[in-house]
């Protein structure tokens, strides 16, 4: 597309609500984003094994009018052995700058103060599908892997998974960081919660607790 023409149809976009929601899940997550003009434009980088592809091809749908390229498959070099990633990048646009300002302090990640204002059920089930896991086969318990961020910023989001959804959780400490534990007696109201965002080929991380039906 001529650049003339991207800068008209980029002064046309405006986020959407659930739009914002997922941006909000995703940075939580593993979603970056980037600047390439000292933060006047930023873009939101998705990248996902190629596992997860189902996953990266319904973000791009929900974002397909701010991408230009759709998702493109790469070979990553991780010790040395080969992993293919799936990912996408977003146009850059200013609607992106207040979450960058929100969630970044020179350009490392942390949880704004108003976290627990934007949490909602869609936010809480992309975070969780971008970065939440079973604790074991014999456990209730879900993990977050929050170890991204400060073991401070990882207290306010237990605090606030707690005001906003009155789920238990609580802070576990692993060699590179802090995880948070939702803890197995709130394990079943957590999969009601998001269990109507979650992706088909996700349900298995929350499938095994009491009665949920997919």
């Known amino acids: 597309m001529h650049s003339d023409l991207i800068e008209s149809h980029k002064s046309k976009l405006r986020l959407t609500d659930r739009q914002r929601e997922i941006i909000v899940g995703k940075l939580l997550g593993d979603g970056h984003l980037e ?12 990248e996902h094994s190629i596992k997860q592809k189902e996953y990266v091809d319904w973000l791009y749908c929900e974002f397909k ?16 052995k080969p992993y293919v990633k799936y990912w996408f990048n977003t146009l850059s646009h200013s609607g992106f700058r207040f979450y960058a300002q ?6 490392k990640k942390r949880v704004p103060k108003l976290i627990h204002h934007w949490l909602t059920p869609l936010v809480l089930a992309i975070w ?6 079973i604790k074991s086969k014999d ?8 170890q991204a961020f400060s073991k401070n910023d990882v207290s306010e989001l237990i605090m606030a998974l707690k005001k906003c959804f009155d789920l238990n959780c609580k802070l576990r400490k692993q060699k590179e960081g802090y995880q948070i534990m ?4 709130s394990a ?10 979650i992706l088909p080929t996700m349900m ?3 499938k095994e607790l009491g009665n949920i039906n997919a």
Do not use: C
Not at 65 to 80: D, R
Not at 102 to 107: A, E, G, K, P
């Open 35 to 46: 600047t390439q003009n000292k933060g006047k434009t930023y873009r939101l980088k998705i």
């Open 65 to 80: 009018e701010w991408v230009l390229t759709a998702p493109q498959t790469k070979i990553q070099l991780l010790n040395s």
């Open 102 to 107: 929100q969630f970044y302090q020179n350009r």
């Open 128 to 133: 969780f599908m971008d970065d939440g896991s």
């Open 139 to 146: 456990h209730k318990a879900r993990i977050i892997n929050t």
């Open 182 to 185: 939702i803890l197995a007696e």
């Open 188 to 197: 079943d109201r957590f999969a009601q919660i998001i269990k109507r965002f």
């Open 204 to 206: 298995y991380k929350i």
